[in-house]
T-cell receptor, first 117, second 110 residues
Framework: NAGVTQTPKFRVLKTGQSMTLLCAQDMNHEYMYWYRQDPGMGLRLIHYSVGEGTTAKGEVPDGYNVSRLKKQNFLLGLESAAPSQTSVYFC????????????????FGPGTRLTVT | GQQLNQSPQSMFIQEGEDVSMNCTSSSIFNTWLWYKQDPGEGPVLLIALYKAGELTSNGRLTAQFGITRKDSFLNISASIPSDVGIYFCAGQLHDYKLSFGAGTTVTVRA
């Protein structure tokens, strides 16, 4: 199993450009998450999904959109990139627990380093 | 999200030393998790704690879920060079979301 993979690994954008980050997991996990990591701030949740076809806002959703058309994929879009979106982006997934909710043990991808100039 | 305070922010280790770090919050949590991140990689789950007072080990790592549910600590015994990295605590209060601390950076003392 590859686990959680992210594409691309690195990207440089100019202000105003758009792009899509792809996250794929082969563990059949129900829940998927997008985080951003900035120096000294830990990980902050952007959007998450509790299943195919559903998405919800996290802590810092502004400027981002997401889609989960297939269970194994979770896409993060930036419609008009801004320098404040320079960050490292991580995707994570977690599986359904016995009680019917997530297990909270999230598995992370290797990250995408995005620079917006 | 809920504010988690990790301390220390950074530490130096010498091979063979025992080291300790902790995480505190003004809010109670139902679950505490500890992750480690190596340079250029995503965080990897080390230990998950589900009950107040729980003490769990994973090899040379030991973590505890504080009785008040507002804190957790992680101990590393007999440090080795590959223990360097950033250690994050994370807490779960309700629904599907985790709150992460800012991390403790562990470096080898020259």
């Amino acid at each position: 199993n590859a686990g959680v993979t992210q594409t691309p690994k690195f990207r440089v954008l100019k202000t105003g450009q758009s792009m899509t980050l792809l996250c794929a997991q082969d563990m059949n996990h129900e829940y998927m998450y997008w985080y951003r990591q900035d120096p000294g701030m830990g990980l902050r949740l952007i959007h998450y999904s509790v299943g195919e076809g559903t998405t919800a806002k996290g802590e810092v959703p502004d400027g981002y959109n997401v889609s989960r058309l297939k269970k194994q994929n979770f896409l993060l879009g930036l419609e008009s990139a801004a320098p404040s979106q320079t960050s490292v982006y991580f995707c994570a997934s977690s599986y359904l627990g016995l009680a019917g909710g997530p297990t909270y043990e999230q598995y992370f991808g290797p990250g995408t380093r995005l620079t917006v100039t | 999200g809920q504010q988690l305070n990790q301390s220390p922010q950074s530490m130096f280790i010498q091979e063979g030393e025992d080291v300790s770090m902790n995480c505190t919050s003004s809010s109670i949590f139902n679950t505490w998790l500890w992750y480690k991140q190596d340079p250029g990689e995503g965080p990897v789950l080390l230990i998950a704690l589900y009950k107040a007072g729980e003490l769990t080990s994973n090899g040379r790592l030991t973590a505890q879920f504080g009785i008040t549910r507002k804190d957790s600590f992680l101990n590393i015994s007999a440090s080795i060079p590959s223990d360097v990295g950033i250690y994050f605590c994370a807490g779960q209060l309700h629904d599907y979301k985790l709150s992460f601390g800012a991390g403790t950076t562990v470096t080898v003392r020259a």
